[in-house]
T-cell receptor, first 114, second 114 residues
Framework: GDSVTQMEGPVTLSEEAFLTINCTYTATGYPSLFWYVQYPGEGLQLLLKATKADDKGSNKGFEATYRKETTSFHLEKGSVQVSDSAVYFCALITRSGNTGKLIFGQGTTLQVKP | EAEVAQSPRYKITEKSQAVAFWCDPISGHATLYWYRQILGQGPELLVQFQDESVVDDSQLPKDRFSAERLKGVDSTLKIQPAELGDSAMYLC????????????FGPGTRLTVT
């Protein structure tokens, strides 16, 4: 079945460091891809999305490019801040008929130190 | 800004007891989802509603879990009897239409079964 695999965490970086969180997927057809972020004690927030191959999603300095040839959707940010500390989830949505089912990776915890 | 509301935020219950969670989606959102997030893992879909109808409950343990959305607005997820393995975060999400990838999540209910 469809699945998402993320790099294991935790990832610990100093403020202003470059961030990459790897995400690869397995899916039939052409899924849409997402990154969600979960701050401590809160629900998930959509960070960015890409709906077709070569699309680049971006938001709040984060970027990810939908790479069909490598089935990847890696999250990057050029300069992280302490406030970026959170759990990041890569996800895809598969469609069967008219339903849309989000499938998540296991999450990667990011800790940014001042 | 419209949000998905959930209550309670935290619930501690003894095994074999009944427990219920409530979700109020964003106004006008026809599609509602219940996810379970075990600590250290990504959320997994339990049930999906379109208005008052269930469109996907393939991952819902129906011997002990039930979900309803009687008037197509708010929803209740019930567990009876609760088991130790049910300890998790229960997340509700909504979207404006079936198959939409824009799902908005509530803050979740953290359940601890003792």
């Amino acid at each position: 079945g469809d699945s998402v695999t993320q790099m294991e965490g935790p990832v610990t970086l100093s403020e202003e460091a470059f961030l990459t969180i790897n995400c690869t997927y397995t899916a039939t057809g052409y899924p849409s891809l997402f990154w969600y972020v979960q701050y401590p004690g809160e629900g998930l927030q959509l960070l960015l999305k890409a709906t077709k191959a070569d699309d680049k999603g971006s938001n709040k300095g984060f970027e990810a490019t939908y790479r069909k040839e490598t089935t990847s959707f890696h999250l990057e940010k050029g300069s992280v801040q302490v406030s970026d500390s959170a759990v990041y989830f890569c996800a895809l949505i598969t469609r069967s008929g008219n339903t849309g089912k989000l499938i998540f990776g296991q999450g990667t915890t990011l800790q940014v130190k001042p | 800004e419209a949000e998905v509301a959930q209550s309670p935020r935290y619930k501690i219950t003894e095994k074999s007891q009944a427990v219920a969670f409530w979700c109020d989606p964003i106004s006008g959102h026809a599609t509602l989802y219940w996810y379970r997030q075990i600590l250290g893992q990504g959320p997994e879909l339990l049930v999906q509603f379109q208005d008052e109808s269930v469109v996907d409950d393939s991952q819902l343990p129906k011997d002990r879990f039930s979900a309803e959305r009687l008037k197509g607005v708010d929803s209740t997820l019930k567990i009876q009897p609760a088991e130790l393995g049910d300890s998790a975060m229960y997340l509700c999400a909504s979207s404006s239409r079936l198959g939409s990838y824009e799902q908005y999540f509530g803050p979740g209910t953290r359940l601890t079964v003792t």
